[in-house]
């Protein structure tokens, strides 16, 4: 099942929803699901800092921005964890952009929505291995000031092009287009909640959500 709240706040709907839209959802939500093949590849690797840079032990690039270095404060290592829902989710996003725009504009807030939930799917397996340890939400690459451009950085360091089909653009953008891909940190000590902002996302100025004075499920 897609998380139908959050579908419903990324379409901007308030309340219920009434039995068209419900209609439309359901429709959107069968053939979502038919048509994605939720993946997700992670990796575990040691933090190294060395004064203000922090990087990932055996990667040969640091990590960028104030943001991601606060998000691993107090982890000793870091998963780095990219999820997608394949090529045919994104055909079938094109076929309805072409076909039914009202059906496409569904279908896409519960694809990004799917896409978080198979994200999540990929730091839940990996705590499950990881025994001991508390873990951070999955910080994505574009959000603060933790650049976008990293994204194809990471996605070698989990050899995501060959186990789970995801690439990256030459202008930066991943395809499939419903992939996301970021770095849990790890601590064998409990960690302070570090609740996700709206003051974390580089859409902040043109977001919807807050105009009308909600939240999304970032």
């Not at 650049?147 to 989990?158: D, F, G, H, W």
Request: proline letters at 2%; a negative charge.
């Amino acid at each position: 099942m897609i998380g139908r709240a959050e579908a419903l706040r990324y379409l901007g709907v308030h309340g219920e929803p009434d039995e068209r839209l419900t209609a439309l959802l359901d429709e959107c939500e069968t053939e979502l699901l038919a048509a994605a093949r939720p993946r997700f590849v992670w990796r575990i690797f040691d933090i190294v800092r060395s004064g203000s840079e922090i990087s990932l032990s055996g990667c040969d690039f640091s990590l960028i921005g104030g943001d991601i270095a606060r998000h691993l404060e107090g982890c000793t290592k870091a998963a780095v964890t990219a999820a997608t829902l394949s090529a045919d989710a994104d055909r079938l996003l094109k076929r309805l952009q072409l076909s039914d725009s009202a059906k496409a504009v569904a279908a896409d807030a519960l694809a990004s929505v799917l896409a978080e939930q198979t994200s999540e799917q990929a730091r839940q397996a990996l705590l499950n291995e990881m025994t001991g340890y508390s873990a951070t939400w999955c910080y994505a690459a574009g959000y603060g000031d933790f650049p976008l451009e990293q994204a194809a950085q990471l996605l070698t360091a989990v050899d995501a092009s060959r186990k789970i089909g995801v690439t990256v653009t030459t202008s930066n953008m991943m395809t499939p287009q419903k992939s996301i891909v970021g770095i849990v940190g790890l601590s064998e000590t409990p960690l302070n909640s570090r609740r996700r902002s709206c003051e974390d996302c580089n859409l902040k100025d043109a977001c919807l959500f807050r105009k009308n004075g909600t939240k999304c499920n970032m």
